[in-house]
Nanobody, 116 residues
Framework: QVQLVESGGGLVQAGGSLRLSCKASDMVFVINVMEWYRQAPGKERELVASINRASITNYGDSVKGRFTISRDNFKNLMYLQMDSLKPEDTAVYYC??????????WGQGTQVTVSS
């Protein structure tokens, strides 16, 4: 069964770093786009970063210059390197993937908490 599983969340002080991972397990379809979203309590979900199979990336304005998205196509892994973290980055981070045939998958989320 295809599943997305996030890992790497946790508690970090402002200015610190974390790296999130997303693994697409039992993948039988070719993944086209992979993305990270986040949602803080009382806030709307927002797109954090996106990457396609050619490793072309896009970032939300709030994280540009601080976060880096990358992927390993063969291993069906995606990463989000988060540097210079701020308290406003505190949220549940979700992995999203879409196949070439437009099948969509979501992870269950991983909590990132940045303390001041």
């Amino acid at each position: 069964q295809v599943q997305l599983v996030e890992s790497g969340g946790g508690l970090v002080q402002a200015g610190g770093s974390l790296r999130l991972s997303c693994k697409a397990s039992d993948m039988v379809f070719v993944i086209n786009v992979m993305e990270w979203y986040r949602q803080a309590p009382g806030k709307e979900r927002e797109l954090v970063a996106s990457i396609n199979r050619a490793s072309i990336t896009n970032y939300g304005d709030s994280v540009k210059g601080r976060f880096t998205i990358s992927r390993d196509n063969f291993k069906n892994l995606m990463y989000l390197q988060m540097d210079s973290l701020k308290p406003e980055d505190t949220a549940v981070y979700y992995c999203y993937a879409r196949s070439l045939s437009n099948r969509e998958y979501w992870g269950q989320g991983t909590q990132v908490t940045v303390s001041s």
